[in-house]
């Protein structure tokens, strides 16, 4: 990372002290004079952005206060141009197709090396955008079945969201208050995945769930 004219800026958003910490340590050791900051929730986040430019921003899915995905979306929205490298806990077959479709420059799960960040970081920041070996091939994988695809990635983000929490073990109710949508809202949602799954009731939903290993998390 060594040989950028101008101090690097990174912005990790990510709500465990010690994994912004972690994160950060790898980034200066790579490059002594870049320039980290941490945000520990999404609204921090975006408040961090707006107030100064950024040359990537480093965000972790699960966060206390919003839907990292939806964030994700936003901030490709506000500033289309700002690299999104996402680095989360969730495997790569459930989520990296989905924020690559979101705006995503890359995606990386939190198992990945130290010398794997800093290669995404770089060839992110060099205009490309960064993808592992697996989630290479899961792409591959993907457009060979597009007609035998999972039954769960015919969804669309938000219809995944309520599969998860529905899998989960919560109520329209909770789901509802968890996404700030109203509970009509997400009985639709839940229609639609049932018809498009092809199931009628819940129970055969968290049973898939289990079968396909689908993150029961709100994303």
Same mark, same amino acid.
């Given at each position: 990372m060594a040989g950028r004219?101008?101090?690097m800026r990174i912005l990790i958003a990510d709500d465990h002290a010690v994994v912004r910490k972690?994160?950060?340590?790898?980034l200066t050791e790579a490059n002594q004079d870049a320039f980290v900051a941490e945000a520990?929730?999404?609204?921090?986040a975006h408040d961090l952005i707006r107030e100064q430019p950024w040359d990537i921003i480093i965000l972790d899915l699960a966060m206390p206060d919003g839907n990292g995905l939806e964030s994700l979306k936003q901030i490709k929205q506000?500033?289309?141009?700002?690299?999104?490298?996402?680095?989360?806990?969730?495997p790569e077959d459930q989520y990296a197709l989905r924020t690559i479709r979101a705006g995503a420059s890359g995606y990386l799960?939190?198992?990945s090396a130290p010398e794997e960040l800093v290669q995404a970081i770089q060839r992110i920041l060099a205009g490309g955008e960064y993808i592992s070996? /697996?989630?290479?091939?899961?792409?591959?994988?993907? /457009?060979?079945?597009?007609?035998?695809q999972p039954l769960h990635h015919t969804l669309s983000d938000r219809e995944f969201q309520v599969l998860c929490l529905i899998a989960s073990g919560k109520e329209l109710k909770e789901i509802a208050s968890d996404l700030s949508l109203s509970v009509k809202t997400i009985s639709t949602y839940r229609a639609r995945?049932?018809?498009k799954?092809?199931?009628?009731?819940n129970a055969e939903l968290i049973r898939y769930a289990i079968q396909n290993k689908v993150v029961m998390n709100d994303i």
């Open positions: 004219s101008r101090i972690g994160i950060k340590q790898i520990g929730n999404l609204g921090e506000e500033y289309p141009n700002l690299p999104v490298l996402v680095m989360s806990i969730y799960t939190k198992e070996v /697996a989630v290479e091939q899961e792409l591959v994988n993907f /457009a060979r079945r597009e007609d035998d995945l049932l018809e799954m092809k199931m009628r009731t």
